[in-house]
């Protein structure tokens, strides 16, 4: 199993991103879904999980600006942020479950700034 995050990239403060992540596996167990977050000299945290059905769940600080979304026939994971803002910055991970199995990908950078 294989991620490629994508999407990423440099934008000012109030503007929006979707991050999307690829998830490269023949297998059809492709269960729950979640992108995660690392600011620079910080944990990571979770920004955001989504069941295979759908079902959705966030970071107490994350629902109002963040979607989380995913497109099981293509095996895509999609994130959309809106209002981004300067603290928004850090490295954006998927992760998800296949079977019993969790996988993480290389994640990709936003960076907020004027």
């Known amino acids: 199993v294989q991620l490629q995050a994508s999407g990423g990239g440099t934008v000012q403060p109030g503007g929006s991103l979707r991050l999307s992540c690829e998830v490269r596996?023949?297998?059809?167990?492709?269960?729950?879904a979640a992108w995660h977050r690392q600011a620079p000299g910080k944990q990571r945290e979770l920004v955001a999980q989504?069941?295979?059905?759908?079902?959705?769940n966030y970071a107490d600080s994350m629902k109002d600006r963040f979607a989380i979304s995913r497109d099981n026939a293509k095996k895509m994971i999609y994130l959309q942020i809106n209002s981004l803002k300067p603290e928004d910055t850090a490295v954006y991970y998927c992760?998800?479950?296949?079977?019993?199995?969790?996988?993480w990908g290389q994640g990709t950078l936003v960076t907020v700034s004027s």
């Open positions: 596996t023949n297998s059809s167990r492709l269960t729950a």
């Open positions: 989504i069941s295979r059905s759908g079902v959705t």
């Open positions: 992760n998800v479950a296949v079977g019993t199995n969790s996988y």
